[in-house]
């Protein structure tokens, strides 16, 4: 038995869906550059609202306490240390609107700049601790838009001139760009860094602190400044300036090391239209020779956390963190359903440092072996620890109340795929579970990673009298090196369906899965490989596909990624190869859907439009199958992780009655041998 397992001890109920207003989810941490105190943020869920509470705390090691600096109906984000560890600066919103906040250790005191309606977030402090540097959402005023005239109405339109004209939780940005700016702490004034129509983000101070670092993105996915270069820049009066002039591919995450002579960061130097599928990876830049190498180079993993579940908002994590003076560079990575904490110098010597059937989703490096990160598994959502010397100890305990309650663990295992090849698999149990019973099952699947981190909706299923499983299969993002997840390119819904059929298989050959009483589901890609395995196969007795694609054409323009996303998925744009685009369409074999479909889509999902669902819904309606659509209003693609407390618990409520309604929860008796 592991640890793991010796947690799941016998208790008095399973998890529910309203069990998601009890949970507190560790979110940002920061730990000073003298490594006394760690900033962190905690949010809960808020049911007056219907919305989300950002606390900041903070943990003193010495006395080995923490208290609450903010408090109220407020967000606490973007937390930020001085380099002498003397202010803590942090973004604020409640009722009054948007400030900056910089908090005072010696006296005590926070010193408060309003935003005037422009939030401002991504703080760092300058070297001398006088200024910070942020982003703010900034309209930008095109030479041919005119303002109101006398007796003329105001016209109410939108133009569009950027290929990525609205993005997925923030909205239509078709006149604002993500600038760089300055506040000084002295005088309260802000000042504007950059002034182009690029959107820009994660601004890093020199360490000597007259440069700046930061990264430039054009959305145009087809040239190199698409997905994101670094640029460099004096401060307050030089010119942006791109760090890699002829580097071809992605470099986000810049960290200035001690004597600014170079920049770590996270890329990969493939030439555009890049996507997904290649992998950030670690890297160093000489900033006067404007040149680049990858560091580790044996390094066949991504960079971040890829881990797919439901607690967390955010779910890569791109990033590589240099302390001010120190030799190491640290980051995450992704391995086999596990992310782990890594720590690499400019030689390319690196060590794994936190590891295990865990995901790390956040970390925060200070100067002399010393980090504070936070750690989730399937037992818990997720804590903050310290490591220090060699060895890790725990701060929080977040959500005591999860050990009155029962909680079913995943079984890890491997199955043989398609041409042999193992394919890495999870399997959770009813909590009700015995021999000689079978049970409806409920197969989740996705291309992203499944992996080591909580998950409520699966525990949910299990509490109800599922077992549930997940396989990463060729395709996953992340974890199994870069041509596993390049496997499926130009493929989809071939070879990685197929191998997702015979996991299906390996597990119905077990007596306790009821192979008559199946249910599928999965959201985003994992919508699309609902949708497509509805349409391939009748083995299913019930399916819910989630903010799903349907369609590859249409895909390709009603997406925020659907230029960049859809050549990488299908290797083709429509225009070239619509015959290929087609096929690997599930719209395409709407005629062979028998199955039970629940269609559960947000109407302000840019990811996945809202139209990929009405296509779906329509034609299945059309042929008078059982199909119905739910939209949950004023969501994005990122419903069940983010969305309105409410609508996430409405969102399992509804999953959970179509799979009752078509699987039943009862278990079989099985007939004696």
Same mark, same amino acid.
């Given at each position: 038995m592991t640890a793991i397992d010796s947690i799941f001890v016998k208790r008095r109920r399973g998890l529910i869906p309203e069990d998601l207003m009890q949970f507190r989810w560790l979110a940002e941490i920061a730990i000073a550059p003298d490594a006394s105190q760690i900033a962190y943020t905690i949010r809960r869920p808020d049911a007056a609202s219907n919305g989300y509470i950002t606390q900041l705390y903070l943990h003193d090691l010495a006395d080995d306490a923490a208290r609450r600096l903010t408090a109220g109906d407020c967000q606490a984000s973007s937390i930020a240390w001085s380099r002498d560890s003397s202010q803590l600066a942090y973004s604020y919103r409640d009722a009054a609107g948007d400030a900056i906040c910089v908090f005072d250790l010696a006296a005590g005191s926070t010193a408060v700049f309003p935003t005037a309606g422009m939030a401002m977030s991504s703080l760092d402090f300058s070297a001398d601790g006088r200024k910070l540097v942020g982003l703010r959402w900034t309209p930008l005023r095109h030479p041919d838009d005119r303002g109101a005239a006398p007796g003329i109405p105001q016209p109410t339109l939108k133009v569009v001139r950027r290929l990525r004209y609205k993005q997925d939780g923030i909205g239509w940005v078709h006149d604002r760009y993500c600038q760089v700016w300055t506040l000084d702490l002295n005088t309260g004034d802000f000042a504007q860094i950059t002034r182009s129509e690029c959107d820009y983000s994660q601004p890093k101070w020199s360490n000597h602190g007259a440069r700046l670092a930061f990264v430039g993105m054009a959305r145009e996915q087809n040239t190199p400044l698409g997905y994101g270069q670094i640029f460099v820049c004096d401060c307050p009066d030089g010119a942006p300036e791109p760090l890699l002039p002829a580097w071809q591919g992605t470099a986000v995450s810049p960290v200035w090391g001690a004597d600014d002579a170079?920049?770590?960061?996270?890329?990969?130097?493939?030439?555009?239209?890049?996507? =997904?599928?290649?992998?950030?990876? @670690?890297? $160093?830049? &000489? %900033? #006067?020779?404007?040149?680049?190498?990858?560091?580790?180079? /044996?390094?066949?993993?991504?960079?971040?956390?890829?881990?797919?579940?439901?607690?967390?908002?955010?779910?890569?994590?791109?990033?590589?963190?240099?302390?001010?003076?120190?030799?190491?560079?640290?980051?995450?990575?992704?391995?086999?359903?596990?992310?782990?904490?890594?720590?690499?110098?400019?030689?390319?010597?690196?060590?794994?440092?936190?590891?295990?059937?865990?995901?790390?989703?956040?970390?925060?490096?200070?100067?002399?072996?010393?980090?504070?990160?936070?750690?989730?598994?399937?037992?818990?959502?997720?804590?903050?620890?310290?490591?220090?010397?060699?060895?890790?100890? =725990?701060?929080?305990?977040?959500? @005591?109340? $999860?050990? &009155? %309650? #029962?909680?079913?663990?995943?079984?890890?295992?491997?199955? /043989?795929?398609?041409?042999?090849?193992?394919?890495?698999?999870?399997?959770?149990?009813?909590?009700?579970?015995?021999?000689?019973?079978?049970?409806?099952?409920?197969?989740?699947?996705?291309?992203?990673?499944?992996?080591?981190?909580?998950?409520?909706?699966?525990?949910?299923?299990?509490?109800?009298?599922?077992?549930?499983?997940?396989?990463?299969?060729?395709?996953?993002?992340?974890?199994?090196?870069?041509?596993?997840?390049?496997?499926?390119?130009?493929?989809?819904?071939?070879?990685?369906?197929?191998?997702?059929?015979?996991?299906?298989?390996?597990?119905?050959?077990?007596?306790?899965?009821?192979?008559?009483?199946?249910?599928?589901?999965?959201?985003s890609c994992g919508g699309f490989m609902t949708n497509w395995v509805v349409g391939h196969t009748d083995r299913f007795a019930a399916a819910v596909t989630q903010r799903s694609i349907a369609n590859q054409i249409s895909f390709f323009g009603t997406s925020d990624i659907g230029p960049e996303c859809t050549g990488g998925e299908t290797r083709t744009d429509p225009w070239r190869d619509l015959h290929s685009s087609w096929a690997q369409s599930p719209i395409a074999y709407i005629d062979k859907v028998n199955t039970p479909l629940l269609i559960i889509h947000s109407d302000e999902d840019y990811r996945c439009a809202l139209e990929q669902a009405e296509q779906m819904f329509a034609a299945l309606r059309w042929r008078g199958k059982p199909v119905e659509l739910v939209i949950f209003e004023g969501e994005n693609h990122g419903l069940s992780r983010g969305g309105r407390p409410g609508n996430r618990i409405e969102r399992q409520r509804r999953i959970l009655g179509w799979f009752q309604r078509y699987l039943g929860t009862e278990a079989a008796l099985l007939p004696p041998r």
């Open positions: 170079y920049i770590a960061f996270a890329g990969h130097n493939h030439a555009p239209p890049v996507n =997904r599928r290649n992998f950030w990876q @670690p890297h $160093l830049a &000489d %900033v #006067a020779q404007r040149r680049a190498w990858k560091l580790g180079e /044996d390094i066949d993993e991504e960079v971040g956390n890829y881990a797919v579940a439901d607690q967390r908002v955010g779910l890569s994590n791109v990033t590589v963190k240099w302390a001010p003076g120190d030799r190491w560079i640290y980051f995450l990575l992704t391995e086999q359903g596990a992310v782990n904490l890594y720590r690499i110098d400019t030689e390319g010597q690196y060590t794994r440092l936190i590891s295990g059937e865990s995901v790390t989703f956040e970390y925060s490096p200070a100067l002399g072996d010393v980090a504070a990160y936070g750690q989730a598994n399937p037992a818990n959502p997720g804590e903050l620890y310290i490591w220090q010397g060699g060895k890790s100890r =725990r701060l929080t305990d977040l959500n @005591p109340w $999860l050990r &009155d %309650v #029962a909680l079913s663990p995943p079984e890890s295992y491997w199955y /043989d795929g398609v041409d042999g090849v193992k394919v890495h698999a999870w399997l959770i149990k009813p909590l009700d579970f015995a021999p000689g019973k079978a049970y409806p099952h409920i197969q989740y699947v996705h291309c992203s990673m499944f992996g080591w981190d909580f998950n409520h909706e699966f525990q949910v299923y299990a509490a109800a009298g599922y077992t549930v499983a997940y396989f990463n299969q060729r395709g996953t993002t992340a974890g199994y090196g870069q041509a596993w997840t390049k496997a499926s390119e130009g493929d989809q819904g071939g070879a990685e369906y197929d191998e997702i059929m015979l996991g299906v298989d390996e597990l119905v050959a077990r007596p306790y899965i009821d192979g008559a009483r199946m249910g599928v589901t999965g959201g």
